[in-house]
């Protein structure tokens, strides 16, 4: 199976702007979760969707949003960019937990997408 | 939330010898207990993972052991290779996953 993608893979952008991530999961996963990764504050939840419904919540402001389609595939929003949210944003896909079996909590993680905010 | 801390931060041991890193939580609810190995500039893989019905997993030269009256879960790798230098997260999952702040593991060669 190929693993989880994202695009773009690198972007710069101005204070200010807004950006569109995007992150295809595995096929067959329903799960798609984001975070933020910087050198001081490690990895943080951003938001978990399953089946096109965000699921979860992290502590991030109202400027950070995503969504899920029908194929799972998910694309998170940041408006309104600034300095601090230039980090690398990693999307992670899994089967959810529907099933309850072992390998439905297991987690993958894509490349990223590098951002940078000046 | 839960609140989940890592140690130690940094790790350096010689090639063939043992690396432990520990990993405590706050939520007992939660039941899933991944570790993921991170390459520079890679994305962090699934290394090995352990369910609270577990007390113990096993895979090649790496070892998760879970405390749940404690609330913390070990990472052991034995027999230590260049390869396994990297850094290491260990997360808490009852819904959403928590994350340690990781551990860069060095091996001398």
């Known amino acids: 199976k190929a693993g989880v993608t994202q695009t773009p893979r690198y972007l710069i952008k101005t204070r200010g702007q807004q950006v569109t991530l995007s992150c295809s999961p595995i096929?067959?996963?329903?799960?798609v979760s984001w975070y933020q990764q910087t050198p001081g504050q490690g990895l943080q939840f951003l938001f978990e969707y399953f089946s096109e419904t965000q699921r979860n919540k992290g502590n991030f402001p109202g400027r950070f949003s995503g969504r899920q389609f029908s194929n799972s595939r998910s694309e998170m929003n940041v408006s309104t960019l600034e300095l601090g949210d230039s980090a690398l944003y990693l999307c992670?896909?899994?089967?959810?937990?529907?099933?309850?079996?072992?390998?439905?909590?297991?987690?993958?993680f894509g490349p990223g997408t590098r951002l940078t905010v000046t | 939330g839960e609140n989940v801390e890592q140690h130690p931060s940094t790790l350096s041991v010689q090639e063939g010898d043992s690396a432990v890193i520990k990993c405590t939580y706050s939520d007992s609810a939660s039941n899933y207990f991944p570790w993921y190995k991170q390459e520079l500039g890679k994305r962090p893989q699934l290394i090995i993972d352990?369910?609270?019905?577990?007390g113990e997993k096993k895979d090649q030269r790496i070892a998760v052991t879970l405390n749940k009256t404690a609330k913390h879960f070990s990472l052991h790798i034995t027999e230590t290779q260049p390869e396994d230098s990297a850094v290491y997260f260990c997360?808490?999952?009852?819904?959403?996953?928590?994350f340690g702040t990781g551990t860069s593991l060095t091996v001398i060669p």
């Open positions: 096929s067959g996963h329903r799960s």
């Open positions: 352990i369910r609270s019905n577990v």
């Open positions: 992670a896909s899994s089967l959810g937990r529907a099933s309850g079996s072992a390998s439905s909590y297991e987690q993958y």
């Open positions: 997360a808490a999952s009852r819904n959403q996953f928590y």
